[in-house]
């Protein structure tokens, strides 16, 4: 079965950067991109952009750029997603997900990974 | 960048009554690529509906969308317990973009 395992919570403080891990199995890594997806205590989700694990191209949203890089490493079947200049209204829980060969949206999610940013 | 807005914020509803929940996108959705999540208190959220008005594998047939353009409805026609949650949709037709999410709550 599909599964998306995601390192775990981090604690981090204003102006560094963190690096967060999405491993798959159960499917062929390479066939399907990855989303990164966020969302603050309380809030709404926030999608942050997409990679394909293939090529390693990647789509990230305005929001982001500059700060944010997604990468692979397709001998593991691993995603990660790289944040900087971290501040604490990137407090967040962080989603890696996925669709499906029907669909974009996003099927298979990712248990998330707490990020906290404090000083 | 497609902006989507939900109504209402908050629906307050009874077990077993019917719930219409609204999305609105500020430009047209191509190919109606537009989806609805469920999302519980400490939970990933769980695709419900994709291409407007397909049900994902698993969904109970009291879930429905419909709609299209820039109009769209999420309906579930009788609640249940474990229904009482937010509800988000997302357009995949231009990048991505999610909704702020409409909460049901028990009355």
């Known amino acids: 079965q599909v599964q998306l395992v995601q390192s775990g919570a981090e604690v981090r403080k204003p102006g560094a950067s963190v690096k967060v891990s999405c491993k798959a199995s159960g499917y062929t890594f390479t066939n399907y991109d990855i989303n990164w997806v966020r969302q603050a205590t309380g809030q709404g989700l926030e999608w942050m952009g997409w990679m394909n694990p293939n090529s390693g191209n990647t789509g990230i949203a305005k929001k982001f750029q500059g700060r944010v890089t997604m990468t692979r490493k397709t001998s593991i079947s691993a995603a990660y997603m790289e944040l900087s200049s971290l501040k604490s209204e990137d407090t967040a829980v962080y989603y890696c997900?996925?669709?499906?060969?029907?669909?974009?949206?996003?099927?298979?999610w990712g248990q998330g990974t707490l990020v906290t940013v404090s000083s | 960048e497609i902006v989507l807005t939900q109504s209402p914020g908050t629906l307050s509803l009874s077990p077993g009554e019917r719930a219409t929940l609204s999305c609105r996108a500020s430009?047209?959705?191509?190919?109606?690529?537009l989806a609805w999540y469920q999302q519980k208190p400490g939970q990933a959220p769980r695709l419900l509906i994709y291409g407007a008005s397909s049900r994902a594998t698993g969904i109970p047939d009291r879930f429905s969308g419909s709609g299209s353009g820039t109009d769209f409805t999420l309906t579930i026609s009788r609640l249940e317990p474990e229904d009482f949650a937010v509800y988000y949709c997302q357009q995949y037709g231009s990048s991505f973009t999610f909704g702020p999410g409409t909460k049901v709550d028990i009355k």
């Open positions: 430009q047209s959705v191509s190919s109606s690529f």
């Open positions: 997900a996925r669709g499906t060969r029907y669909s974009l949206s996003y099927y298979y």
